[in-house]
């Protein structure tokens, strides 16, 4: 079942010019000129997030004076040589078996 909605009617006043230019913009949206203002006024008076300052998310922690920026390709090949190690050490060799 749907719930009723009250509704407060309101008379307002428009200068011809954007009398035309709302009732263009609604017919363009495919609504009716009064959903239109009603949506209007629904969008300008919904409550606004806090605009963040971006700057907020530098500076959160403590690097330890790193410079992963500078010397991401030697971090990386690190990376990669110690995961080839363990790979290595993982693996069994041609001709054994496991377990011995």
């Given at each position: 079942?749907?719930?009723?909605?009250?509704?407060?009617?309101?008379?307002?006043?428009?200068?011809?010019?954007?009398?035309?230019?709302?009732?263009?913009?609604?017919?363009?949206?495919?609504?009716?000129?009064?959903?239109?203002?009603?949506?209007?006024v629904?969008?300008?008076?919904?409550?606004?997030?806090?605009?963040?300052?971006?700057?907020?998310?530098?500076?959160?922690?403590?690097?330890?004076?790193?410079?992963i920026?500078?010397?991401?390709?030697?971090?990386?090949?690190?990376?990669?040589?110690?995961?080839?190690?363990?790979?290595?050490?993982?693996?069994?060799?041609?001709?054994?078996?496991?377990?011995?």
């Amino acid at each position: 079942m749907l719930d009723a909605i009250m509704m407060a009617r309101t008379q307002i006043t428009l200068d011809p010019e954007n009398h035309r230019r709302a009732r263009r913009r609604a017919a363009e949206l495919g609504i009716s000129l009064a959903e239109y203002l009603r949506r209007l006024v629904a969008r300008d008076i919904a409550p606004r997030m806090p605009r963040m300052d971006p700057s907020g998310i530098f500076d959160l922690g403590d690097s330890g004076g790193s410079d992963i920026a500078r010397f991401k390709e030697t971090y990386l090949g690190k990376a990669v040589s110690a995961g080839r190690q363990r790979l290595r050490r993982r693996a069994p060799k041609p001709g054994r078996k496991k377990g011995r």
